[in-house]
């Protein structure tokens, strides 16, 4: 299977999977990625079809709505399929929904980000090119709500966290993506990548969305 990619090094267009069932929407990421990322397209208007796809085509990136025919989250349910056959390609998850409990389990469920249909499109192209890298998307606002749910345990006193770990994880709080934390910590993307697992691993967060939840209240406790 296709490891995730950077676009800017790919010998050949980013393959881009969307998995939506209104044939309009394949047509509107053509026109979003056209001029800011080499991409080649492919549309698949349901699960099955996206599946399929998957196993033909061998996607870089998967881009998939939660809802698709009379199922709210038929999307979520194929990725949590292609997670368990192995698939390793990052998945963007494209949606109006902005509960943060859907989004919470989108993230849990394998996805690396998510970007709302009503977003402007640099953003989505943004949000493409983001997890095209290797990193992770979650807007802002999404981000506060999953951190505002409510989580079972005491986070206690926590580890001690080096300046740069406080940075980065500061950053994440704020709803930063990786490149942006880089260019403005004037550091590697690499760096970012590498620390933000760190962080994962100091305090035990066991995905992004845990991740984005223990750093904003890292912040708001402090």
């Given at each position: 299977?296709?490891?995730?990619i950077?676009?800017?090094i790919?010998?050949?267009p980013?393959?881009?999977?969307?998995?939506?069932?209104?044939?309009v929407?394949?047509?509107?990421?053509?026109?979003?990625?056209?001029g800011?990322?080499?991409?080649?397209?492919?549309?698949?208007?349901?699960?099955?079809?996206?599946?399929?796809?998957?196993?033909?085509?061998?996607?870089?990136?998967?881009?998939?709505?939660?809802?698709?025919?009379?199922?709210?989250?038929?999307?979520?349910?194929?990725?949590?399929r292609?997670r368990?056959?192995?698939?390793?390609?990052p998945?963007?998850?494209?949606?109006?929904?902005?509960?943060?409990?859907?989004?919470?389990?989108?993230?849990q469920?394998?996805?690396?980000?998510?970007?709302?249909?009503?977003?402007?499109?640099?953003?989505?192209?943004?949000?493409?090119?983001?997890?095209?890298?290797g990193?992770?998307y979650v807007?802002?606002?999404?981000?506060?709500?999953?951190?505002?749910?409510?989580?079972?345990?005491?986070?206690?006193?926590?580890?001690?966290?080096?300046?740069?770990?406080?940075?980065?994880?500061?950053?994440?709080?704020e709803?930063?993506?990786y490149?942006?934390?880089?260019?403005?910590?004037?550091?590697?993307?690499?760096?970012?990548?590498?620390?933000?697992?760190t962080?994962?691993?100091?305090?035990?967060?066991?995905?992004?969305?845990?991740?984005?939840?223990?750093?904003?209240?890292?912040f708001?406790?402090?």
């Amino acid at each position: 299977m296709t490891e995730a990619i950077t676009p800017e090094i790919s010998a050949r267009p980013l393959r881009v999977l969307i998995v939506d069932d209104h044939p309009v929407v394949a047509e509107g990421w053509d026109r979003i990625t056209r001029g800011r990322l080499d991409c080649e397209v492919i549309a698949a208007a349901r699960p099955s079809q996206g599946w399929r796809a998957w196993r033909r085509d061998a996607p870089d990136v998967i881009v998939a709505d939660l809802t698709m025919g009379d199922s709210k989250l038929a999307g979520l349910r194929l990725v949590e399929r292609l997670r368990r056959a192995g698939a390793k390609q990052p998945v963007l998850v494209f949606t109006m929904h902005r509960s943060p409990i859907i989004a919470r389990r989108a993230l849990q469920a394998g996805c690396n980000g998510i970007i709302h249909k009503d977003s402007p499109s640099a953003e989505i192209g943004e949000a493409l090119a983001e997890v095209a890298r290797g990193g992770s998307y979650v807007p802002a606002d999404i981000a506060r709500k999953i951190a505002l749910m409510h989580q079972p345990g005491a986070e206690g006193s926590g580890p001690r966290l080096t300046p740069r770990e406080t940075d980065i994880l500061r950053s994440i709080a704020e709803g930063l993506s990786y490149r942006e934390i880089a260019e403005r910590a004037n550091i590697s993307y690499k760096t970012v990548s590498n620390v933000s697992q760190t962080l994962k691993d100091k305090l035990g967060a066991g995905s992004f969305a845990d991740l984005v939840v223990k750093a904003i209240r890292h912040f708001e406790e402090g």
